[in-house]
């Protein structure tokens, strides 16, 4: 016989079960496209600074010595300055608004995805290098100062070296805020604060040639993130609703830089206040601007696979600039090949992206 669930088998009334409240779900996030199309332009415009960059030093950095490849790279160069701070403007907005973490064990899942890429890519830059003869030095020592931050066969993977601790202090600040206690990545960020100076202080007591310690962060990069989180997270007209008039005060910052750059000092430091106000002039453009449906899909898909075309665009770009870029080049030519150059290496670059992400390798490749 069943015996009626309100009593016990000894007979007695059972205990009253307090019902459980049901777990709260987790709030719906939005999907910013305008925030693909911001990831999207920016891999673009490393590209097209790293094309314009290769343009500059084919010139030896001077006018007199090709103005027609000079002035083109400058310019190329200039115009994709606003790429790298609203890369870190992005990592701010994912890590405090779009995507926070839970806990420590996540933010480490999310560093681990960028650390394998990132140790598979400088191994092939390396052998790469080696490959071709430009290797400054063996690829032994290239891998070790690899590890402390120094990768000079791959020169753009040092946005990684800085981005993985930004994303950790900002993590540790709102896991803190939460309530939460991660002590395992506060000691991680006392570590990485503690490493540059303790390797200088190994080095001149014992006399060793140790590696330059480049795990860090600049003020800057600290800034871009957590001003360009909470400008992305403002809503839709905010800055009026005409967004791409912002860029016209855009185009009279790049106009600045591109001066700067000539007349002053090449390259122009990211902290520059100039080329905070070019990448806010863009940023202001873009800023919550409705993507038409029928793009949605393709540009997903493309902003999904970014990272992997700015791990490997260094490579095609290289092998294309040496067989069609030299000092003796007029300005139209010029500015026709840093065009064609960067829409070749930035098809070729998310092309193969895209094709190694169906085949599951995204984990291994970025």
């Known amino acids: 016989m069943t015996m009626p669930s309100s009593v016990s088998q000894a007979g ?77 403007a992005i990592a701010g907005w994912v890590v405090l608004v779009g995507a926070p973490v839970r806990d420590g064990r996540q933010l480490w899942q999310r560093i681990v995805r960028i650390l394998v890429p990132l140790a598979v890519w400088t191994v092939l830059y390396v052998a790469w290098g080696r490959l071709r003869d430009t290797n400054d030095a063996p690829a032994g020592e290239l891998g070790l100062d690899a590890l402390f931050a120094s990768v000079r066969p791959a020169y753009h993977l040092w946005y990684l070296y800085a981005y993985i601790p930004v994303i950790m202090l900002l993590a540790f600040a709102a896991l803190v805020k939460s309530g939460r206690r991660p002590w395992g990545l506060g000691a991680a960020l006392l570590v990485l604060g503690a490493a540059p100076s303790l390797f200088g202080d190994l080095a001149r007591v014992t006399d060793l040639e140790l590696p330059r310690f480049g795990w860090g962060f600049g003020p800057y990069q600290l ?26 005060p855009a185009g009279v910052f790049l106009a600045a830089v591109i001066t700067y750059q000539h007349e002053v000092h090449y390259a122009i430091p990211y ?23 029928r793009v949605r899909p393709a540009l997903t898909r ?37 065009l064609a150059v960067t829409a070749a290496t930035t098809v070729l670059s998310f092309g193969v992206a895209v094709l190694w992400t169906r085949l599951g390798l995204t984990r291994l490749l970025g």
Do not use: K
């Open 223 to 248: 800034i871009y993130a957590v001003l360009g989180a909470l400008l992305l997270a403002l809503p839709a007209g905010t800055f009026g609703r005409r967004s791409l008039w912002w860029l016209l």
């Open 271 to 293: 902290a520059s206040v100039l080329v905070a106000l070019f990448s806010a002039g863009v940023l202001l453009s873009l800023h919550r601007l409705r993507v038409p449906d």
């Open 12 to 88: 007695s009334p059972a205990p009253a079960q307090t019902p459980q409240p049901a777990p709260e779900p987790r709030p719906h996030r939005e999907h910013r496209y305008d925030i693909d199309l911001i990831r999207l332009l920016c891999s673009v415009g490393v590209i097209l600074c790293h094309t314009g960059s290769a343009f500059v030093n084919t010139a030896g950095r001077e006018a007199a010595n090709g103005p027609g490849t000079y002035w083109a790279g400058l310019v190329a160069d200039s115009a994709g300055r606003f790429a790298v701070p609203l890369f870190f």
């Open 302 to 338: 493309l902003a999904g696979a970014s990272f992997g075309a700015y791990m490997i665009h260094v490579l095609v770009l290289g092998v294309l600039t040496d067989v069609l870029v030299d000092a003796d080049l007029t300005l139209p030519v010029a500015a026709a090949l840093v």
